[in-house]
């Protein structure tokens, strides 16, 4: 039960400070899925208070892997499982700035669980017959320093060149704040 507490205090912190969260369902219509799953961006929330930061990274797969299908070929395969290893670590994906913090645990999703990888008459068979897959991680941090933390970095735009921007809503003590990360911009002072 707790490992749902994190997002659970994220999705509650970031709907009653009036910021829009959308939830994202693999059962997609074609009316919701250019509003929920749009490669080359990504989503990350983020609360900050007493001490604890939780934040959420949702980005379709392609972004990371070029591709969003379950993984096919042995190369798939390993780029996937090399890229589930590399998200545990909520500093594969962004660092807090003077905060001294220190992850203390993570939920990441298994969009593949519960669908089949085949091969048609031994063809590399390439199709998206379940949806659009993305990643979706839910880090919990402690941090010494909470309120002293004045930014964010991530170098994710350098391993991931079809990450093009990702768009930040923010809740610390200061008040609340969105903005967008970029390529030519990978970091936000606060």
């Given at each position: 039960m707790t490992r749902f507490r994190n997002?659970?205090?994220?999705?509650?912190?970031?709907?009653?400070?009036?910021?829009s969260v959308q939830a994202h369902d693999h059962a997609h219509t074609d009316d919701n899925l250019a509003a929920a799953h749009v490669h080359g961006q990504a989503e990350?929330?983020?609360v900050i208070e007493q001490g604890e930061a939780f934040a959420e990274w949702?980005?379709?797969?392609?972004?990371?892997?070029?591709?969003?299908?379950?993984?096919?070929t042995d190369a798939q395969k390993q780029r996937y499982?090399?890229?589930?290893?590399?998200?545990?670590s909520v500093d594969?994906?962004?660092?807090?700035?003077?905060?001294?913090?220190?992850?203390h645990g993570v939920e990441l999703n298994q969009p593949f669980v519960g669908h089949h990888e085949h091969n048609h008459d031994g063809h590399d068979h390439q199709h998206d017959e379940h949806g659009h897959f993305e990643l979706q991680a839910t880090y919990h941090l402690k941090c010494a320093e909470g309120d002293a933390i004045t930014g964010l970095v991530t170098n994710l735009f350098a391993r991931y060149p079809r990450l093009q921007s990702i768009h930040v809503q923010l809740i610390n003590n200061r008040g609340q704040q969105a903005f967008e990360l970029t390529p030519a911009k990978p970091n936000q002072r606060w």
């Open positions: 997002r659970i205090v994220l999705v509650s912190l970031l709907i009653l400070s009036g910021f990350l929330n983020i949702q980005t379709p797969l392609d972004n990371l892997l070029g591709f969003e299908h379950v993984p096919a499982t090399a890229l589930r290893e590399s998200m545990q594969a994906v962004f660092t807090l700035v003077d905060g001294q913090c220190v992850q």
